[in-house]
């Protein structure tokens, strides 16, 4: 058990299935108190269910208020789980880059912002960012989740470094491939890239906890990231070339 989580008020958004449903059980059993969102209130009312937990389906965006209202009045934990998986290049309709940047950003930051005011009136507080290893790297065949993604990490990045010294933690996961739906709707560029190396949900949540556990920012469910991180900085010119080869890898495999 992580004591830090035991009794806390959780909201873990996205949480029907997938990544987001290995959290709130997790949370669960090491004995905090969970909100479970999802856009889809029959699979979030199922997991809650299931774990004992409050189910506040809806736009993960907008029920920060009424997940506190559920909670007693106060989220000690936030993971912003929730996201969306946007595939195409630079010509993807702007629509496209609109969601992805909504979902995968723009929910992250209204989130903080409802819930820092009180955390730094309190001195304690958790923001979990479900980001991928995308947000450290890149995915073939998905600029608008690649991008969004950065973007996401980005943002993590920031809070921890402006707000620690407040009792604020912050956790970055970035997992590549995890066998849930999402690694389905990724397609070929997914096969090939993240696939062989997938991991359970459930492995990204024994992650996090591990990371909380020993207070650290960055979560990396698949230990080799930090390599390909560190070549990405390093080389870049060598690391852009890898990615190229297998951008053309793909390429090929698809045209047959």
């Not at 409050?54 to 936030?78: H, Q």
């Not at 290893?133 to 950065?150: C, D, F, Q, R």
């Amino acid at each position: 058990m992580v004591e830090a989580v035991h009794n806390a008020g959780v909201v873990v958004t996205g949480a029907g299935g997938g990544i987001g449903a290995a959290l709130a059980r997790r949370f669960a059993a090491d004995g905090a108190r969970v909100v479970v969102n999802d856009l889809d209130a029959g699979r979030a009312g199922a997991v809650a269910d299931e774990i004992g937990g409050i189910a506040v389906p809806g736009d993960a965006s907008a029920i920060i208020t009424e997940a506190r209202d559920a909670l007693g009045g106060t989220v000690d934990v936030y993971c912003a789980n929730a996201g969306v998986a946007s595939g195409g290049t630079e010509a993807a309709d702007e629509n496209v880059w609109a969601l992805a940047w909504d979902v995968n950003v723009m929910a992250h930051v209204r989130a903080a912002h409802e819930l820092i005011p009180d955390w730094l009136e309190r001195g304690s507080g958790r923001f979990v960012s479900t980001v991928s290893a995308a947000g450290l790297l890149t995915m073939i065949g998905a600029a608008p989740y690649s991008v969004t993604k950065h973007g996401a990490y980005a943002f993590a990045e920031w809070l921890s470094l402006t707000y620690r010294h407040r009792g604020i933690k912050v956790h970055a996961i970035c997992p590549q491939g995890v066998r849930t739906d999402m690694l389905t709707a990724s397609g070929s560029a997914g096969e090939l890239v993240l696939r062989p190396t997938a991991i359970e949900p459930e492995d990204v949540a024994d992650a996090l906890f591990k990371g909380i556990d020993e207070d650290r920012f960055l979560i990396l469910p698949h230990p080799e990231v930090a390599e390909y991180y560190q070549a990405r900085a390093v080389e870049p010119d060598r690391w852009l070339h890898g990615m190229n080869r297998l951008q053309r890898q793909w390429e090929e495999a698809t045209a047959r």
